[in-house]
């Protein structure tokens, strides 16, 4: 991949700064990115195609009066596109209302280093070897069993670069990549079709297992062809990642960001100090996590990244703060302002969602279980009350355990409850620790929640 | 433009071996407003441009996205493309081919009554202001209310290799308004969401009856109770219709979801429903938010019958899908921007009404539920849906009782459609947006409907 030089971006962004404040900006900030990434995709079985992407973008952010206006554009070789961008900042600031709570930009802090983001042997991967990558996967899948039908998936190499400047002093540049490969199947066997299970595997450097991605994504179906209903009752879960990274994120994420706490849209608001979840959990934001999926040297602020302990044994110590929440209630930012890309302006968002494992193993979780489920995906979870955490969701599919051991798979078993209540719940945490997304976690086991079968 | 996407097209086909090459030019332009109680977060203003080039080579796809209009990059992008596909075709079983379509030489020219593009930021601001305050002055209870107001301008210009060429305006408007209350340890979340592609009048029209909506509902679910989980008589309104028509069955409608060991695929001209049920998928409906001309295969936009009186029909379709189905292209295929490639969308998705009225649905249900308004909503393959509601009520003895907070609904299509046994002589379409890797606006809709038994989500 030809990429974009550090020093090219940082003397945009810096040179875009100037410009702004010469033209009457009380603050401006420049945001410098880009994105390119080469993929191949799996469909029904078969690798069917491949992509190019290159996204390279400037986002700008200036202050009028105390009013913020941004623009942006993906046309960064022009200087005269360059300088109307700058004055579309500068007239939607103009246009815009003076926010008294403005209290400037971030300023500059020392940066931490970000270890394991960045691998030049993934830049280095040609569209022939993810090719082969994704055949492997799917020779995989397909060795285990006649019945698997792997629907779609592909494998990707990205590298993403992103330069921040602003009027504060802030100037940062980094750098990084990711490889991922995943695959969706299901399991047929004469008129019956499972559900689609899916692995993944992603990280920062060329170190994935896609042998492993396509027999796990195979097992997966083909242990969902045996079903049995289950009847409505309490009873215990162990919650795989895939079901806590979609639960958490629309629930309990939520309730942690600072933003919605001061404005009184958060369950957890008031209650720092105090004992919100059961006493074996322990979460940390961290942006620093070597190797993480989120893990940068500073945010989209310039924000240097750090690990923000969240919840200790249970207590509720911090949450997620960007700049200008972190000054409303004179504090510093935990570095948790993210952007999409050029195209927004950054919002509050947790780096990675780091939930501390604890000892069992996986079989050790299973074997606790006398009579319960395990979860792998959930449906609707993007339905529940953001405010409350309150939910109501569908488990396709949920595997029975039964005398510590996983038996038949149940379809369309409803979940309900309330996040906070779930997590005073968890009576064990498992140590077998995985990153997904932004979750870094182990699987969790939950007592007493409410199942609803057909 | 034209000259340049031509030539590129020449190339592929001519050099590279491509047997269908395809460029689609963009430039748009987007004005976004955020706004939380009464404060303009940020007024954001951008400009993108950029194009898709998509070939066939071997019978494997090839893609390839570049940001500029330079002729330069375009050409080493469709070398690109052309390169990506062949190697992806190496163990190719079965070769891709595109079922024929007309070929189109058109150009689009929409002629808003108010042009989003000419209306001032200061407008926008002042009329979003207005409405947020409004919100949070409704009552005391509520605590915060968010904002966030899109309207995208532009232009796309498709051509392809058999000789379509395209040229076509693009233009929606979209809010979304939602409200957080509280009272006593209980929060409750209310939203809403407008959008049109017919121009930024929808806002003077509609931003207030949608802004009253939005905090009555807040406040309204704070003494709302929680619902009994079980199998119930349920009466759904035309929101929840919508949604439930988009993800139990849309999706499953989409041929490539079909094709991918969907439940659909062995029903076409089976019957999967009660007589009632018919639905559509429509690209024709006028300003509506999921309605276009030409889909980004050029082919044109149509009403599209899936199911009719509980009969599947047909399914939504790209070329490539309905060259595997021996059917027509639908016009279902669409991208959302220049960074991606076009797949098969959803459009205003809706099912018909019938005779009953609102009344009549609810007289015979002695315990049951009337869902108004969703939340969210998300489908499996295997035809297992789930919709979560953000406004519900009891229906005791055929009449409405207490609110009820936080439920959802599941089942199984294929079973669930069989128990539609009333269906509405109203009808109404809410705009939504849908993501499948992509986000796509569209409609969804209908009139009430009864079910006669469905699994309800509950906490007690």
């Known amino acids: ?454 | 433009m034209e000259e340049i996407l031509s030539k590129l097209n020449e190339i592929a086909t001519q050099k590279f071996g491509a047997e269908y090459a395809e460029a689609r030019a963009q430039k748009l332009n987007k004005a976004m407003l955020t706004l939380k109680e009464g404060r303009v977060e940020a007024a954001k203003q951008g400009i993108e441009k950029g194009v898709a080039l998509r070939v066939l080579v071997n019978g494997a796809w090839g893609f390839a996205s570049v940001g500029s209009f330079n002729a330069e990059s375009l050409m080493s992008a469709m070398a690109d493309a052309c390169r990506m596909a062949k190697i992806a075709s190496k163990r190719l079983k079965t070769r891709i081919k595109l079922a024929d379509t007309k070929t189109v030489v058109d150009h689009v020219q929409l002629k808003p009554k108010k042009d989003p593009a000419e209306v001032q930021m200061e407008e926008k601001i002042k009329t979003t202001l207005t409405v947020n305050k409004a919100i949070i002055e409704y009552d005391q209870r509520i605590k915060s209310c968010t904002i966030d107001y899109m309207d995208l301008t532009g232009t796309s210009c498709f051509i392809n290799s058999e000789g379509t060429c395209i040229k076509q305006d693009k233009l929606y408007v979209w809010a979304r308004i939602t409200a957080a209350a509280m009272l006593n340890g209980v929060f409750t979340f209310s939203r809403e969401e407008i959008g049109s592609t017919e121009g930024y009048e929808l806002f003077d029209n509609m931003l207030e009856t949608i802004s009253e909506k939005v905090a009555k509902r807040a406040v309204e679910q704070l003494s709302a109770k929680q619902p009994k989980g079980g199998k119930f008589p349920v009466v759904l309104g035309p929101n929840v219709v919508g949604v439930f028509v988009h993800e139990a069955f849309g999706h499953l409608a989409e041929a490539d979801l079909a094709l991918a060991g969907g439940v659909l695929a062995d029903n076409l001209g089976k019957k999967i429903g009660s007589d009632l049920v018919t639905f559509y998928d429509d690209g024709t409906v006028n300003g509506a938010f999921g309605s276009y001309k030409y889909d980004d295969e050029g082919v044109p936009a149509q009403k599209t019958l899936l199911i009719k009186d509980g009969v599947v029909t047909g399914l939504m379709h790209n070329r490539e899908t309905a060259q595997k189905f021996n059917a027509e292209p639908t016009g279902n295929a669409r991208a959302e921007d220049f960074r991606v490639e076009p797949i098969i969308r959803m459009r205003n998705t809706y099912m018909a009404p019938r005779d009953y009225t609102f009344e009549e649905l609810l007289e015979d249900i002695a315990f049951g539920y009337y869902f108004k308004s969703f939340r969210g909503g998300q489908a499996n393959l295997d035809g297992t849906f789930q919709v979560g509601i953000q406004e519900a009520y009891e229906i005791i003895n055929g009449e409405l009782g207490a609110a009820v907070r936080n439920a959802s609904i599941s089942g199984s299509t294929l079973e669930t459609l069989f128990k539609v046994d009333a269906v509405g002589k109203d009808f109404e379409l809410a705009p939504g947006r849908c993501g499948k890797g992509q986000t796509a606006f569209v409609c969804d809709g209908g009139p009430h409907i009864r079910i006669r038994e469905v699994l309800v989500g509950g906490n007690t």
């Open chain 1, 1 to 454: 991949m030809a990429t974009l030089e550090k020093d090219q971006m940082l003397s945009l962004a810096e040179s875009v700064v100037a410009v702004a404040l010469r033209k009457g900006a009380a603050e401006a900030e420049a945001y410098v990115y880009e994105g390119q990434s080469i993929n191949t995709g799996i469909e029904r079985g078969q690798v069917t195609k491949g992509n190019k992407i290159v996204d390279r973008g400037l986002g700008i952010r200036v202050i009028v009066n105390r009013a913020v206006g941004f623009a942006y554009t993906n046309t960064i070789e022009e200087q005269n596109t360059v300088e109307e961008t700058v004055l579309r900042a500068l007239s939607a600031a103009r246009a815009s209302k003076p926010d008294p709570d403005w209290r400037g930009l971030a300023e500059k802090k020392p940066y931490s280093v970000a270890e394991k983001i960045y691998d030049t042997k993934i830049l280095e991967l040609r569209a022939e070897d993810l090719v082969n990558v994704a055949f492997k996967m799917l020779d995989a899948a397909t060795t285990v069993d006649k019945r698997v039908f792997p629907v779609e998936g592909g494998v990707g190499a990205v590298y993403l670069s992103n330069a921040i400047a602003n009027s504060s002093g802030i100037e940062g540049f980094d750098q990084g990549t990711i490889i991922e490969c995943s695959l969706a199947t299901v399991a047929k066997e004469g008129s019956k079709v499972t559900p689609v299970c899916f692995e993944f595997n992603a990280e920062r450097s060329y170190d994935i297992d896609a042998n492993w991605v396509g027999k796990e994504a195979a097992r997966l179906a083909v242990s969902a062809l045996k079903t049995e209903r289950i009847e409505t009752k309490n009873t215990k879960l162990i919650l795989t990642q895939f079901a806590l990274q979609d639960l958490l994120y629309f629930t309990l994420i939520n309730a942690l960001k600072a933003d919605n706490v001061q404005r009184g849209q958060s369950a957890l608001k008031g209650k720092i100090g105090e004992k919100v979840t059961s006493e074996n959990i322990t979460i940390y934001d961290d942006g620093l996590f070597p190797g993480g999926l989120r893990t940068a040297t500073f945010d989209g602020e310039g924000a240097p990244h750090q690990k923000t302990l969240l919840i200790e044994k249970g207590i509720l110590r911090n949450f997620l703060y960007d700049n200008y929440t972190a000054k409303k209630e004179n504090k510093a930012s935990t570095g948790n302002a993210v952007r999409a890309g050029y195209l927004s302006t950054p919002f509050i968002e947790s780096t990675n969602f780091h939930i501390i494992p604890g000892e069992a193993t996986a079989e050790e979780l299973i074997s606790e279980v006398d009579d319960g489920l395990i979860i792998y995906y959930l449906q609707g979870a993007h339905s529940s009350n953001p405010v409350s955490g309150e939910f109501s969701v569908v488990a396709t599919p949920a595997w029975k355990i039964k005398k510590g051991e996983i038996t038949r798979c149940s379809r369309g078993v409803m979940l309900a409850g309330n996040i906070f209540e779930a997590l005073n719940n968890v009576s064990a945490l498992g140590s077998n620790e995985r990153k997904m997304g932004q979750l870094i976690a182990p699987w969790l086991l939950v007592e007493n929640v409410k199942v609803i079968g057909k």
